[in-house]
């Protein structure tokens, strides 16, 4: 316990309490549409399809008989989870019945932007390599909570990405303060002459090796490449400065883990001031989810969050499940309304560039069940504001997998597979 | 007896019916045509059932491709998978002629060796780092990312991927480490001063209150987090004494008689180094974790403003108490006094709590608590004595905590209190080296020397001939030594510092494929590999100095020299070999990752989770070292267990657990229990480990833990269930058992080619719950309610009769050949980072022939296993 409290205070000091108006991309006083110099994408249609991506996972999925609305299409009615994006109505589309008809449990949480095989390429970095550009940070990863077990997030050669779930260390990366940058910038500048040696070391290996072990060894050579490539990425954009940001971090990181929610509602706003300053165009949000008991409006829950997953459908704990999810989606409507208040570089407000997806891995925790996993997607200028309901016993139904189609193709992705199906859904077509 | 007959026919004693090659008959047709007339009707190129399409046209046998393909083949058609009954059926003779042509392909083409190019392991890593730098507490950082795992094992070499990001992680790393060895230059921390007011004071959980500018303390306790406040935005920026001023004052009410109020500042940390002891005093210190601790006595009335220093380590901080506060609700039994003394005085009190049954936890509670006394008219008669007794209690006893926490309130309100209106921090004033800098400075110290001169060329030199040896894991080339100096040279000419130079060149040598690689190329190892091969299979790290030696002395591949070695590093350093080679072999990591549901044990704690995973480790250490068969791994008369994991999970006699040495925590004692060796417990297959494994931490299926035996004790994994089968999930509360459910395995014919082998095992290990406790029913509900009875009877595919897994214990332990082999293929895998293929499954099988006799021992199966030609090549 002390050593949480004690290790946030340290992360954070650097961050706390600065507060410093500064030079953005864009931000809420300018003019809608002026353009911007020496904009990476200034040169792409400025008003159709989306270019960021964001992608939030629950650990325990959401309680669906809360969530699901009994009619489908456009004309649903309030659900007790949808009530808080109430006033993004039509901004969001929620998919029901919809999965990758892979494993149960907590281990097959990892399916979830996998598809039907934990390790393939993940959805969110699919479209990183899509629309990544080159900002500063193809991608980022963040976790609300304790890092899990589970894996959200997969490189194309099938290896999990850490997630950050300190927001000072979130902070720092986007936003170094100038005596990190000259630290960064030694690194940075003495590791690439290093790569030489480096390079001169593989070589030799290489002649020791047969065809099949040289082409293992290219693994060695191309991450090689891609680290120098991302130094160099890194030490231009060093060099524009430190570039400060209209926030202010609390002086503690949230790493009790009751204060989850405190924690997640950082991320959220760390992820809109990252897109907003075209750091990155894709970001990872993990919720995490464990025995911790949170107190919401000044009460206790009942049990803690694990627990209270584990509801049996005994009515109390639905009722503080219920509660702690309605968190969640006040999380992601405050999110989506910063998204919209702001606007890119073409004055566009965020949210038309940005698709918000929430989702995740388990279908129905109470029972460890992957079937049916309950989705929303936001934002991105695709059309909303429907229920979609597909049959999860469907054999040739829909799946998850089609619904990642449609976006993979809305974000440019020439393609018409995901993971075992293929084709996209009609919704938004 | 030829290879294949013997494999067949050992596999036919353990569960299988197996078809054998026949030899007696002249082929008429061969293989191929066979092959076509029984496989192609539905696996040719235009019907592709099951997306499978058999390709018997120009096989090209030297591609591992074909051969995996036809390994498959292999076992489909020796297991009877393939055709399915209700297809035309081959004749026996037919059969034995398939399988004879690809027995004699597959051993001609497969070649022994053929590693793949791999990197070390996170987890390898991180023990070569320990090992060639002495930072023994080096740990990775979180993220770094992990391995992915093949069949459990994380060191294969397909599955070690080098990804931008390990590259990158390896390099972060890196750069960390040679901070330590050769620390960049640190600027001097400035004496600064700190205003801290009241409100940037901590608040957590009820610790403190902040009212009209001043932060109150009215507990006392030893929770940090429950009675105590600090400043939120100051933090030590170097390890040294800080000057604080308090401006603070204390409030008790008429009437009550406390001692003085006394503000206790501390520091959260402050560790002396033992040579230059006490940073304030120099008095000798432990160099053990002990705060710095002033108190202030504050006389009620008006504040007082004073200045103490205080030591802190460097992101320490100060703290603020009041110790000896009269509430103190950490102490059951004074609290219970506290709070009959309250409720006595102030029987409004007592009605309004009782009132409100249970008031909220804090200040709503406390508001709410008010808000209930206000409608009781004072003067009302005090509740009688029972029902006061029966409230106090269940306040003090049941809800200490929570009840503590809503009480402070009213003294936050009413006092005795402490109250810091600010605070002001100053310093550092004299700085000292904590403990931590203290290690960092001698690990340094030991690894690059004292006042070495990094301008001196020979130095330098010197330098990188050794530690690229020891990193390397061989001597280095003159041109590697050659390349890291002039690395040196130019960075110390471009930044003017030769420190930085080294620690340029340090955090290159460490992201060399020379280090991040091993057992390069083919062939047979060279000593300085095959030193690698067997420290990383033995100890999980790099060669130690005696076994680098025998490799410098060009001895290590002589037998007696590598037969030396290995029983020596078993005997001394096989600490690691069993805890990393059980955790892959039998996934124990699930145990450390699944939450089992509260249904089934309310409390399940770390000493549950280690006792089971214990278990396992002490049971595979004292088979090595006392070299016992492998039946003892299956049916061995004895468990070892903690008093958590017997009582709870085992269910072992409380006398049986009792600790041996008093005053040792029994729920953690590790201990060696004796069974009846036809006792249920004891062995691999009913370990609670293994059972919390192969479940999920709610429920069981048998199929699950049947395919796990299959696999990884018997050697002889099902292959992968067709596609668009759906996983069965037994509903245990409702009407189906899982074995009416599983019924359908049997009763069509495509399944039960594999489910004969699957669901029996599976049934017998149902007698076990998802943390390993025997059960004779199914839970119902979360009442705990019996369900339908646990049905474990079944027969094996040769006709045994199992009643329940003791019949399957005592059965494998009469048959240890087949587990004999499955472990040392395991043992391959881990040790060469690749499965063995099919050649070299032969091999292994001759291989462990001579053991027999003893009833393939343990140590004798990894000693047979080192020394084999298998072992010794890429």
């Known amino acids: 316990m002390m050593n949480l409290i004690h290790d946030g205070r340290r992360t954070l000091l650097k961050s706390a309490g600065v507060t410093l108006a500064l030079p953005m991309m864009s931000s809420l006083g300018r003019a809608s549409g002026e353009p911007v110099a020496n904009s990476s994408v200034a040169t792409e249609d400025p008003v159709s399809g989306a270019k960021r991506f964001v992608c939030i996972g629950s650990n325990l999925g959401l309680f669906r008989k809360a969530l699901y609305p009994e009619t489908s299409g456009r004309n649903f009615e309030m659900t007790p989870l949808m009530k808080p994006l109430e006033a993004h109505r039509d901004e969001v589309t929620l998919f029901s019945g919809f999965d990758h008809r892979a494993g149960n449990g907590h281990l097959n949480w990892d399916n979830y932007l996998c598809g039907k095989r934990i390790g393939s390429m993940s959805l969110d970095q699919m479209v990183a390599e899509q629309i990544g550009g080159d900002t500063r940070f193809e991608s980022m990863q963040l976790c609300a909570g304790d890092i899990p077990r589970q894996r959200m997030v997969f490189s194309r050669q099938g290896v999990p990405l850490p997630m950050i779930n300190r927001p000072s260390v979130v902070y720092r990366k986007l936003f170094a303060s100038a005596d990190d940058l000259a630290r960064q910038e030694y690194l940075l500048r003495s590791g690439q002459s290093a790569l030489d040696v480096v390079q001169e070391d593989a070589r030799m290996l290489k002649h020791r090796l047969g065809t099949d072990d040289q082409r293992k060894l290219q693994e060695y050579f191309s991450s090689l490449r891609e680290l120098e490539t991302r130094m160099t990425r890194q030490l231009t954009h060093l060099a524009d400065g430190v570039q400060e940001v209209d926030y202010e971090l609390p002086a503690y990181d949230p790493m009790a883990p009751t204060m989850m929610l405190e924690c997640e509602q950082m991320m959220f706003d760390l992820i809109a001031l990252a897109l907003q300053t075209d750091s990155t165009r894709v970001a990872t949000l993990f919720i995490a989810g464990l025995g911790q008991v949170f107190t919401l409006d000044g009460q206790t829950m009942r049990a803690g969050y694990h627990a209270l997953s584990h509801h049996g459908n005994d009515p109390d704990l639905i009722r503080d499940l219920i509660r702690v999810e309605t968190e969640h989606m006040r999380c992601l409507a405050r999110f989506l309304s910063q998204l919209k208040d702001r606007t890119d570089e073409h004055g566009r407000s965020l949210l038309d560039s940005t698709v918000v997806m929430f989702g995740t891995g388990m279908g129905d925790a109470s029972r460890h069940s992957n079937r049916d996993l309950p989705t929303l997607i936001a934002g991105g200028g695709l059309r909303h504001g429907s229920h979609v309901a597909a049959d999860p016993s469907s054999e040739s139904g829909p799946k998850l997998g089609n619904v990642f189609v449609s976006l993979l193709q809305h974000f440019g992705v020439e393609t018409d597979q995901f993971s075992d199906v293929s084709g996209r859904v009609d919704h938004w077509t | ?874």
């Not at chain 2, 078809?19 to 009707?41: E, I, K, M, R, W």
């Not at chain 2, 960075?491 to 040598?509: F, I, K, P």
């Not at chain 2, 048959?815 to 063995?836: D, F, H, N, W």
């Open chain 2, 1 to 874: 007896m030829s290879v294949m007959h013997r494999l067949a026919f050992q596999s036919g004693l353990v569960l299988s019916v197996m078809f054998v090659a026949d030899t007696s008959h002249v082929a008429a047709v061969d293989g191929p045509q066979l092959l076509a007339q029984y496989c192609l009707d539905c696996h040719d190129a235009s019907f592709a059932e099951g997306d499978y399409v058999l390709q018997l046209d120009h096989l090209d046998w030297s591609h591992p491709h074909t051969r995996h393909e036809m390994e498959r083949v292999h076992q489909f058609v020796s297991k009877g998978i393939m055709p399915p009954a209700d297809f035309d059926a081959p004749t026996n003779q037919d059969r034995s002629i398939i399988l004879r042509w690809l027995d004699e392909n597959l051993r001609q083409h497969s070649p022994v060796g053929g590693m793949t190019l791999r990197r070390l392991s996170a987890r390898e890593y991180a023990n070569s780092i320990r090992s060639v730098f002495g930072l023994s507490s080096f740990e990775l950082p979180i993220g770094f990312p992990p391995d992915t795992l093949l069949d459990g094992f994380d060191n294969q070499g397909n599955t070690l991927v080098m990804a931008a990001s390990h590259l990158e992680a390896f390099a972060d790393s890196a750069a960390n480490i040679a901070d330590q060895m050769f620390p960049p230059p640190t600027d001097v921390v400035p004496n600064q001063q700190v205003h801290v007011p009241a409100k940037d004071l901590v608040v957590s959980y009820s610790s403190a209150f902040l009212t009209d500018g001043e932060m109150r303390l009215a507990s006392s306790g030893t929770s940090v987090v429950r009675h105590a406040t600090w400043p939120s935005k100051f933090e030590a920026p170097a390890s040294g004494v800080y000057e604080v001023t308090v401006k603070a004052r204390s409030y008790v009410p008429n009437g009550i008689n406390v001692p003085t109020p006394i503000l206790r500042l501390q520091s959260s940390q402050m560790t002396g180094n033992p040579k230059t002891g006490n940073p304030k005093t120099g008095e000798p210190t432990t160099g053990k974790s002990a705060p710095d601790v002033v108190e202030l006595e504050l006389a009620p009335g008006e504040s007082h403003r004073l200045t103490r220093s205080i030591a802190i380590d460097r992101g320490g901080w100060v703290q603020f108490r009041y110790p000896n506060g009269p509430f103190d609700y950490e102490d059951k039994e004074a609290f219970q006094t506290t709070v009959k003394d309250l409720f006595t005085a102030e029987p409004r009190l007592a009605a309004a709590w009782e009132q409100i049954g249970s008031p909220p936890r804090g200040g709503s509670g406390w508001d709410r608590l008010k808000q209930a006394m206000s409608t009781i008219p004072a003067g009302s008669q005090p509740l009688e004595a029972m029902r006061l007794d029966s409230l106090v209690n269940s306040i003090a006893k049941k809800n200490s905590v929570s009840s503590g926490e809503t009480l402070v309130y009213k003294f936050f309100e009413e006092g005795p209190y402490v109250a810091i209106e600010s605070v002001t921090i100053r310093g550092p004033v004299t700085t000292y080296e904590d403990r931590s800098q203290a290690k960092a400075r001698l690990e340094r110290e030991r690894f690059v020397g004292k006042d070495r001169d990094w301008d001196d060329e020979q130095s330098v030199r010197s330098f990188f001939d050794g530690f690229l040896e020891i990193l390397f894991r061989r001597p280095p080339t003159r041109s590697e030594v050659d390349a890291y100096c002039s690395l040196v040279r130019r960075e110390t000419r471009v930044t003017g510092a030769s420190d930085r130079g080294m620690h340029l060149a340090v955090r290159t040598a460490l992201i060399s494929p020379a280090f991040l690689y091993r057992e390069v190329g083919s062939g047979q190892l060279d000593d300085f590999e095959l030193a690698s091969r067997l420290s990383y299979f033995l100890t999980s790290g790099p060669p130690d100095a005696e076994l680098y030696r025998t490799a410098a002395d060009g001895v290590l591949s002589r037998k007696q020299v590598l037969q030396a070695q290995t029983r020596r590093l078993l005997r001394d350093h096989s600490d690691r070999l069993v805890v990393d080679f059980a955790s892959a072999w039998l996934g124990l990591d699930a145990v450390d990752r699944l939450m089992p549901d509260t249904r089934l044990i309310r409390r399940f704690t770390a000493d549950h989770r280690e006792g089971m995973k214990a278990e396992v480790y002490q049971t595979l250490q004292h088979a090595i070292d006392a070299n016992l068969p492998v039946r003892d791994l299956i049916a061995p008369d004895f468990v070892f267990t903690n008093g958590a994991v017997g009582r709870d999970i085992y269910g072992i006699d409380r006398d049986q657990l009792a600790s041996d040495r008093k005053g040792k925590n029994t729920d953690r004692q590790m201990r060696r229990v004796s069974v009846a060796s036809d006792d249920w417990r004891g062995g691999l297959l009913t370990m609670p480990a293994v059972m919390m494994a192969t479940a999920n931490g709610v429920d069981t299926q048998p199929v699950l833990r049947g395919v796990w035996v299959l696999s990884n004790i018997l050697g002889s994994p099902p292959p992968e269930p067709p596609k668009a089968v759906p996983a069965l999930t037994p509903d245990t509360a409702g009407a189906t058992s899982p074995r009416d459910l599983l019924a359908r395995h049997m009763s069509e014919s495509s399944c039960a080619a594999c489910h004969r082998d699957i669901d029996p095992v599976g049934f017998v290990l149902e007698s076990f719950d998802a943390i390993g406790r025997w059960r004779d029913r199914y839970p119902k509900n979360r009442s705990g309610e019996k369900g339908l009875p646990v049905e474990t009877a079944g027969q094996l595919p040769d006709g045994t009769q199992l009643s329940d897994v003791t019949d399957l214990k005592r059965y494998l332990a009469n048959a240890p050949r087949q587990v004999a082999q499955c472990i040392t293929e395991k043992l391959m895998t881990y040790a060469s980072g690749r499965k063995p293929n099919y050649t070299e499954r032969h091999l292994i099988e001759k291989m462990i022939d001579s053991l027999e006799a003893n009833e393939y021992p343990l140590r004798d199966l990894i000693e047979t296993l080192v020394l084999s030609d298998l072992f010794q090549v890429k």
